[in-house]
């Protein structure tokens, strides 16, 4: 692995935690939704793979199952999520994010957004201009690897 490679792994690695960590800061600061990161990943996963399964959401968010079944069952309780019988196989329950639940996530999802816009905005245009060209470069990467066919 080349130095260069090796060097910003290694800084990802350092700054992903703060980065969540600041994350769960802004949302307990915000309590406006009253999500728990678990539940925010969740109701993400949920947005992002639309009537997805408990099996496939517990290994997202790297929970048992019985631990992503009893988020999953408080989130329904709430009114975020919906679980529904699939009617081309009935063992299958599908699960997905109910009109409460998008709301919810977008009010959480702007704070966030809010709470890194202000700490970003003390790098200077430049910077973030360079920051938002390389975040865009990782997520295409990342973009690219997720479509790669796994080996069975």
Do not use: Y
Not at 136 to 143: A, I, M, R, Y
Request: some cysteine; overall charge positive.
């Amino acid at each position: 692995m080349p130095d260069a490679a090796k060097r910003c792994a290694e800084q990802l690695l350092g700054i992903i935690p703060r980065l969540m960590q600041t994350m769960r800061e802004e949302m307990r600061a915000g309590r406006a939704s009253e999500l728990t990161v678990p539940q925010f990943r969740a109701l993400v996963f949920f947005q992002i793979h639309k009537g997805a399964a408990l099996s496939q959401a517990a290994e997202h968010l790297g929970l048992s199952m019985p631990s992503a079944s009893k988020h999953v069952d408080h989130l329904v309780l709430r009114g975020l999520l919906t679980r529904c019988v699939c009617a081309e196989d009935r063992r299958r329950v599908a699960i997905t994010l109910t009109g409460e639940g998008n709301a919810v996530l977008a009010t959480a999802r702007g704070a966030a957004i809010a709470a890194f816009s202000r700490k970003l905005g003390r790098l200077s245009p430049t910077e973030l201009d360079v920051l938002s060209a390389m975040l865009g470069s990782l997520e295409s990467l990342l973009s690219q690897e997720a479509e790669k066919p796994t080996a069975s």
